[in-house]
């Protein structure tokens, strides 16, 4: 089976902290993808890679950073946490974009609360 | 940029029963259409997908139809169980991004 794990379930950070969500795939996945999901707005993409430091924009990505220094593991930073980063944060994992095998695999989320 | 829009944002029905959760997209580039299923506390897990190039997929009780046309797709649940009970996220796959709409939190009532 699959796995994407990530570091932290719970996580309570204050206002203005640098903060850090880890994120790991055992699959040797090349695509590796960071979203967050509130109530009423489903899955929102933040960033996501496609390969060793390489990363793409999603919709959201204000108040994010990311970095992927080796395959399987893929980090988002908030550079100075705020409020309204108080979310569910979910990664996700998947092999290269293809006819046959374009399945998420998701982490089980940090749940984050900025203070 | 891709929009996908999803209804109803909540719906309950008697066991037994059908279920069907609407969704549209904007783009008419996209070609890839999941389905993911999350229930309470867990994380999202693909059900079923279709292609642009089908226009209807099934698999058991659920069952997946594509206009690519009116650019909307659809999921139809039948005889549904209360285990069927979730969040359900559509998605569209524009070049290299999977967009989510809303999702739809489905309950069903024994």
């Known amino acids: 089976d699959v796995k994407v794990t990530q570091s932290s379930r719970y996580l309570v950070k204050r206002t203005g902290e640098k903060v850090f969500l880890e994120c790991v795939q055992d699959?040797?996945?090349?695509?590796m993808f960071w979203y967050r999901q509130d109530p009423g707005l489903g899955l929102r993409l933040i960033y996501f890679?496609?390969?060793?430091?390489?990363?793409e924009k999603g919709d959201i990505p204000e108040g994010y950073s990311v970095s992927r220094e080796k395959k399987e593991r893929f980090s988002l930073i908030l550079e100075s946490a705020s409020t309204n980063q108080t979310s569910m944060y979910l990664c996700?994992?998947?092999?290269?974009?293809?006819?046959?095998?374009?399945?998420?695999?998701f982490g089980s989320g940090t749940q984050l609360s900025v203070l | 940029g891709e929009n996908v829009e999803q209804h109803p944002s909540t719906l309950s029905v008697q066991e037994g029963d059908s279920a069907v959760i609407k969704c549209t997209y904007s783009?008419?580039?996209?070609?890839?259409f999941p389905w993911y299923k999350q229930e309470l506390g867990k994380r999202p897990q693909l059900i079923i997908d279709i292609r642009s190039n089908v226009g209807e997929k099934k698999d058991q009780r659920i069952a997946v139809t594509l206009n690519k046309t009116a650019k909307h797709f659809s999921l139809h649940i039948t005889e549904t169980q209360p285990e069927d009970s979730a969040v359900y996220f559509c998605?569209?796959?524009?070049?290299?991004?999977?967009?989510f709409g809303t999702g739809t939190r489905l309950q069903v009532f024994p």
């Open positions: 890679s496609y390969d060793v430091k390489m990363k």
């Open positions: 996700a994992s998947s092999f290269a974009t293809a006819a046959t095998n374009e399945k998420l695999f």
């Open positions: 998605a569209a796959r524009n070049t290299d991004k999977l967009i």
């Open positions: 783009d008419s580039a996209s070609n890839y």
């Open positions: 699959m040797d996945h090349e695509n």
